[in-house]
């Protein structure tokens, strides 16, 4: 099956820094989905993006799908940031099953 | 927006108690998913059901059955709780076929079985 390697696995900022977490998956895909997982447990959807750049308020993504990686990129980094980052990578035929990295812990300090 | 609920936040059982963990969403999805989530061990898929009273294995099925009667619901059963179930699971669902099919969770349910 597809391999998802997520780095760093842990990361610990000031709060208003800069970060760029990755993705690196080992075959083809056309689902590629960025999460934040919240301190009660909830996943959050933050991109949904196979392929391209995309941006919402300080988050942007870019994946390029021919070089199997995706980059999140939190500028001006909130300690309400700190979280785990999901990276989940699949094909988009039949059922649609994702396989997710093992995440990256950050941690936004005043 | 999507929405995806799921039955209890908390839940702690015995070993051996059978356990029902149900999942509702509200976006007409073909699609729902059981995981588990576990500490260093990320996501894992554990059933998957594509249409009502479908199903097929995730990637660790044992000691879990599903049951899907209703397209909107979709139970994860354990038969016998073991120690070794204690864990976050999260259900999830999504479209079917080729278009966007991206995957929206429920708030997840911590189990302890004792």
């Known amino acids: 099956g597809i391999q998802v390697e997520q780095s760093p696995p842990d990361l610990i900022l000031q709060e208003g820094a800069n970060s760029t977490l990755r993705c690196n998956f080992s075959?083809?895909?056309?689902?590629l989905q960025w999460f934040h997982q919240n301190p009660w447990g909830q996943l959050i959807n933050l991109f949904y993006?196979?392929?391209g750049t995309k941006q919402n308020g300080r988050l942007s993504a870019t994946t390029v799908a021919t070089e199997r990686y995706s980059l999140l990129y939190i500028s001006s980094s909130q300690t309400t940031d700190s979280g785990v980052y999901f990276c989940a990578v699949g094909l988009n035929s039949g059922y649609s099953t994702l396989t997710f990295g093992k995440g990256t812990m950050l941690l936004v300090s005043p | 927006d999507v929405k995806v609920t799921q039955s209890s936040r908390y839940l702690v059982k015995r070993t051996g108690e059978k356990v029902f963990l149900e999942c509702v969403q509200d976006m007409d999805h073909e699609n729902m998913f059981w995981y588990r989530q576990d500490p260093g061990l990320g996501l894992r898929l554990i059933y998957f059901?594509?249409?009502?009273?479908?199903?097929e294995k995730g990637d660790i099925p044992e000691g879990y059955s599903v049951s899907r009667e209703k397209k909107e619901r979709f139970s994860l059963i354990l038969e016998s709780a073991s120690t070794n179930q204690t864990s976050m699971y999260l259900c999830?669902?999504?479209?079917?076929?080729?278009?966007?099919?991206?995957?929206?969770f429920g708030p997840g349910t911590r189990l302890t079985v004792l």
């Open positions: 075959d083809s895909v056309n689902n």
């Open positions: 059901s594509y249409d009502v009273k479908m199903k």
């Open positions: 999830a669902s999504s479209t079917l076929g080729l278009a966007r099919n991206e995957q929206f």
């Open positions: 993006i196979p392929s």
